[in-house]
Nanobody
Framework: QVQLVESGGGLVQPGGSLRLSCTAS????????IGWFRQAPGKEREGVSC????????HYTNSLEGRATSSKDQAKNAVYLQINNLKPEDAAVYYC??????????????????????WGQGTQVTVSS
């Protein structure tokens, strides 16, 4: 059974950091692109990052540029998104999703949720003092 599971969310003070994890089961992530998306209450889902498991190509949208780092652990079939200097506007449910690796050639395509076909259930990130 194909499954993606996000973890690592929680309550963080402004300025703090979180490392979100996306772990796959039922298939191997190594040939795909992993996208990170977030959705705040009353807002549309937005792409914030994508990462190529094959060559490490990474894109971030302006909302995370300069504050995020992506990494992988192929042995654990997992991808990580570290977000630093968290802001209240970062609060949302964060999702990871899988797409064909080709999407990483262009940032706008890479963060388009329509390109992704496996999704996790999300992990809540709350930023508050």
């Amino acid at each position: 059974q194909v499954q993606l599971v996000e973890s690592g969310g929680g309550l963080v003070q402004p300025g703090g950091s979180l490392r979100l994890s996306c772990t796959a089961s039922g298939f191997n992530l190594s040939i795909y692109a992993i996208g990170w998306f977030r959705q705040a209450p009353g807002k549309e889902r937005e792409g914030v990052s994508c990462f190529s498991m094959t060559d490490g190509t990474t894109h971030y949208t302006n909302s995370l540029e300069g504050r995020a780092t992506s990494s992988k652990d192929q042995a654990k079939n997992a991808v990580y998104l570290q977000i630093n200097n968290l802001k209240p506007e970062d609060a949302a449910v964060y999702y990871c999703a899988v797409a064909e690796d080709l999407v990483t050639t262009h940032r706008d395509i890479c963060v388009d949720p329509n390109e992704y076909y496996y999704w996790g259930q999300g992990t809540q990130v709350t930023v508050s003092s």
